[in-house]
């Protein structure tokens, strides 16, 4: 998993320039996975797919990840065609890409 610095106009990244890789055990969730990597995400709602805080952006290997629940598609309100994710909802199942929004970083 590669949490990628944003790109975005107007956004920046503790992360930038770096690029964090890590390994995680198959069917651990985005946040999980940050967050036991010292990348430490907003989860506002616990990880109950309502709050959309914990939200990133697949920019590749989404056909590895766990497919989308209807909970999930309800709370990013039609942002998912977009590669939008919710860490907290979103299991990794081989090699991803992820783009981790200044806006869900805690400091
Ligand atoms: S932590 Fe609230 S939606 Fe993921």
Same mark, same amino acid.
């Given at each position: ?5 944003? *790109? ?11 690029? *964090? ?49 209807? *909970? ?18 979103? *299991? ?16």
């Amino acid at each position: 998993m590669n949490p990628l610095p944003p *790109k975005e106009e107007g956004e920046g990244s503790p992360f930038e320039p770096e690029k *964090k890789t890590v390994e995680v055990e198959e069917g651990t969730t985005i946040l999980e996975a940050a967050m036991n990597n010292n990348i430490i995400m907003r989860h506002d709602c616990g990880g109950n797919a309502q709050c959309t805080t914990c939200r990133v952006i697949i920019r590749n290997g989404k056909e590895n990840l766990s497919p989308m629940e209807e *909970k999930e598609r309800t709370a990013l309100q039609g942002k998912a065609y977009l590669n939008y994710r919710l860490s907290c909802q979103t *299991k990794v199942y081989g090699d991803v890409t992820v783009y981790v929004a200044t806006s869900s970083l805690l400091d």
